[in-house]
């Protein structure tokens, strides 16, 4: 298995993207991965790699790639962009065949756009959405989309991101009937958008899902559910509000634990324990964002993430490719849409309009 990684994306940059990389080759005896970046950068940052990791320095090669898509770049500049940056580069490696599935902390908008160019989209998905794990009370975890990719967004692309987190939540964590459930600001029917109302009615009559209704917010960490569906603007608002919490809980446990001569005892002997907390809690397990419709695989890791991080979207981006989650998604998707065309539309007196078929598969 080969990856394509864009080494100069994020906030750090190579000292984070080629330390995690190696990580992930350790971990990962059967994968091969290439960076793309500046070659003098990244010699240097391998140069002072731990000795540790030396054995890993086979499996990783070097590709050139002049140019960097500055974090602040518009994505139609990205477009329009010379194709010799590291972000086109990797992506390109991926659509001729050359890697099975691509990785990068840069910028989230370009790498939408020019992954939809390269790569394209699966079942005529007019656009991809961003999904990710949340820890969850029960100790699993649940998968939120979109993120942020579609900002606002139909019934008909709310129904679309629910049969993606299905298929993700079977293919990948192995489950055979994933819950799911559309995020809304109450459970009651007559609550939400439009948008959100005309989804839930259309996944209580396409069937095929084991789909739980409305939950809140909080229903996102309680372990009912597997899939929470909402749209980018929510969804991002949700995750950057999830993850500052999750910091500041275990940040106020350590100054709690350390404030005082007694507590730092108790604290001492309670030390395992919190370290498995804050293992629970740390976002950093967590990193890795799944660009869900493409026609390829792309996992976005955060802008800000250390090398642990970094390996850790690169893991997940192995787990795809053994999984081939492109392939699934296609025929799931394909099938469950062809289902859903033949349903009639009867949303109630009062409720959102009915949609067409011809409405339901055109580009949003």
């Given at each position: 298995?080969?990856?394509?990684?864009?080494?100069?994306?994020?906030?750090?940059?190579?000292?984070?993207?080629?330390?995690?990389?190696?990580?992930?080759?350790l971990?990962?005896?059967?994968?091969?991965?290439?960076?793309?970046?500046r070659q003098?950068?990244?010699e240097?940052?391998?140069?002072?790699?731990?000795?540790?990791?030396?054995?890993?320095?086979?499996?990783?090669?070097?590709?050139?790639?002049?140019?960097i898509?500055?974090?602040?770049?518009?994505?139609?500049?990205?477009?329009?962009?010379?194709r010799?940056?590291?972000?086109?580069m990797?992506?390109?490696?991926v659509?001729t065949?050359?890697?099975?599935?691509?990785?990068?902390?840069g910028?989230?908008?370009?790498l939408?756009a020019?992954?939809?160019?390269?790569?394209?989209?699966?079942?005529?998905?007019?656009?991809?959405?961003?999904?990710?794990?949340i820890?969850?009370?029960s100790g699993?975890?649940?998968?939120l989309?979109?993120?942020?990719?579609?900002?606002?967004?139909?019934?008909?692309?709310?129904?679309?991101?629910?049969?993606?987190?299905?298929?993700?939540?079977?293919q990948?964590d192995?489950?055979?009937?994933?819950?799911?459930?559309?995020?809304?600001?109450?459970?009651?029917?007559?609550?939400?958008?439009?948008?959100?109302?005309?989804?839930?009615?259309?996944?209580?009559?396409?069937?095929?899902?084991?789909?739980?209704?409305?939950v809140?917010?909080d229903?996102?960490?309680?372990?009912?559910?597997?899939?929470v569906?909402?749209?980018?603007?929510?969804?991002?608002?949700?995750?950057?509000?999830?993850?500052?919490?999750?910091?500041?809980?275990?940040?106020?446990?350590q100054?709690?634990?350390?404030?005082?001569?007694?507590?730092?005892?108790?604290?001492?002997?309670?030390?395992?324990?919190?370290r498995?907390?804050?293992?629970q809690?740390?976002?950093?397990r967590y990193?890795?964002?799944?660009?869900?419709?493409?026609?390829?695989?792309?996992?976005?890791?955060?802008?800000?993430?250390?090398?642990?991080?970094?390996?850790?979207?690169?893991?997940?981006a192995?787990?795809?490719?053994?999984?081939?989650l492109?392939?699934?998604l296609?025929?799931?998707?394909s099938?469950?849409?062809?289902?859903?065309a033949?349903?009639?539309?009867?949303?109630?007196?009062?409720?959102?309009?009915?949609?067409?078929?011809?409405?339901?598969?055109?580009?949003?």
């Open positions: 298995m080969r990856l394509a990684i864009d080494a100069m994306g994020g906030d750090l940059g190579p000292r984070a993207t080629v330390l995690g990389s190696a990580q992930a080759l971990a990962h005896p059967r994968l091969e991965v290439q960076l793309f970046g003098a950068e990244l240097r940052t391998l140069d002072a790699l731990p000795n540790s990791l030396s054995t890993v320095l086979t499996r990783l090669s070097l590709q050139h790639s002049p140019t898509i500055a974090e602040a770049m518009k994505p139609s500049s990205a477009l329009r962009a010379p010799d940056s590291s972000l086109a990797m992506l390109d490696c659509a065949g050359e890697a099975d599935a691509a990785v990068s902390a910028n989230t908008g370009a939408m020019l992954s939809r160019r390269a790569l394209g989209t699966v079942a005529g998905v007019p656009r991809p959405a961003i999904s990710t794990a820890p969850t009370r699993g975890r649940c998968y989309l979109d993120l942020g990719a579609n900002v606002e967004a139909s019934a008909e692309r709310l129904v679309d991101f629910a049969w993606m987190g299905d298929v993700m939540a079977r990948v192995g489950l055979e009937a994933p819950r799911v459930a559309l995020l809304n600001v109450g459970v009651e029917g007559t609550k939400g958008t439009a948008s959100v109302r005309q989804a839930d009615a259309l996944l209580r009559q396409a069937g095929d899902l084991d789909y739980r209704g409305f809140e917010g229903g996102i960490f309680s372990g009912e559910v597997d899939v569906v909402c749209d980018g603007f929510v969804g991002n608002a949700v995750l950057k509000a999830s993850e500052g919490l999750a910091r500041m809980l275990i940040g106020r446990v100054q709690t634990f350390e404030a005082h001569w007694s507590s730092r005892l108790i604290g001492a002997l309670a030390r395992p324990a919190l498995r907390l804050k293992n809690l740390d976002p950093v990193n890795g964002a799944s660009l869900l419709g493409l026609g390829g695989i792309v996992v976005k890791s955060h802008g800000g993430a250390e090398a642990t991080g970094f390996a850790y979207a690169v893991s997940r192995v787990q795809e490719v053994e999984r081939a492109p392939t699934h296609a025929s799931e998707l099938r469950r849409r062809s289902a859903i033949a349903v009639p539309r009867d949303f109630g007196t009062g409720g959102p309009p009915a949609c067409r078929p011809d409405e339901y598969n055109s580009e949003r």
